[in-house]
Antibody, heavy 119, light 109 residues
Framework: QVQLVESGGGVVQPGGSLRLSCSAS????????MHWVRQAPGKGLEWVAV????????KHADSVKGRFAISSDSSTNTIYLQMNSLRPDDTAVYYC????????????WGQGTLVTVSS | SVLTQPPSASGTPGQRVTISCSGS????????LNWYQQLPGTAPKLIIF???QRPAGVPERFSASTSGTSASLAIGGLHSEDEADYYC???????????FGGGTKLTVL
């Protein structure tokens, strides 16, 4: 079955950097786009970024553009989110999710990893 | 949020409840909308994709539809375990981004 396991969260100071990882298994990694979605404490869901199935195309939300970068490694079935210039309002649980078809649906989700930006 | 949902909804066991989602021609108007259920303390779960299709394992009492730039999720025969947050979401052609609605907290009384 599909498994998505995020790691790399933690506490970081404002202006710092962090790299999140999402290890995927149970499906043909190179056939599906992969997303990052975040949820601030007590708030709703916010889409962060997507990478295409071949890893050649990425899109990012305006709120993170220029600071965050999504990437993927098909040799290890892993996607990453490099987060730079972190701000307190980046504090959230970060989920990775597997895309589905042309519907922009997020079919499977990981358990999430918490990122706290605080001095 | 660009996709507008009511912040809360409620119903009693066995009732039918609907949750609305309002958008524009660049998102819901494209004809594709997805719905997610997030139980307390858990990751979201896809319950409706491509406007009205249910993934395997999602009960038939969950249904959805769109009309122009509005959409609705209906839950028939409400169960206590349906108490959760519900989000609509889709791609927006103008913003070049996936958008989520603000979420609706469903309470089963």
């Amino acid at each position: 079955q599909v498994q998505l396991v995020e790691s790399g969260g933690g506490v970081v100071q404002p202006g710092g950097s962090l790299r999140l990882s999402c290890s995927a298994s149970g499906f043909v990694f190179s056939s599906f786009g992969m997303h990052w979605v975040r949820q601030a404490p007590g708030k709703g869901l916010e889409w962060v970024a997507v990478t295409s199935s071949d890893g050649n195309n990425q899109k990012h939300a305006d709120s993170v553009k220029g600071r965050f970068a999504i990437s993927s490694d098909s040799s290890t079935n892993t996607i990453y989110l490099q987060m730079n210039s972190l701000r307190p309002d980046d504090t959230a649980v970060y989920y990775c999710a597997k895309g589905y078809g042309a519907f922009w649906a997020l079919e499977n989700w990981g358990q999430g990893t918490l990122v706290t930006v605080s001095s | 949020s660009v996709l507008t949902q009511p912040p809360s909804a409620s119903g009693t066991p066995g009732q039918r409840v609907t949750i609305s989602c309002s958008g524009s021609s660049s998102n819901i108007g494209r004809g594709v909308l997805n719905w997610y259920q997030q139980l307390p303390g858990t990751a979201p779960k896809l319950i409706i994709f491509n406007t009205s299709q249910r993934p395997a394992g999602v009960p038939e009492r969950f249904s959805a539809s769109t009309s122009g730039t509005s959409a609705s999720l209906a839950i028939g025969g409400l169960h206590s375990e349906d108490e959760a947050d519900y989000y609509c979401a889709t791609w927006d052609d103008s913003l070049n981004a996936v958008l989520f609605g603000g979420g609706t907290k469903l309470t089963v009384l």
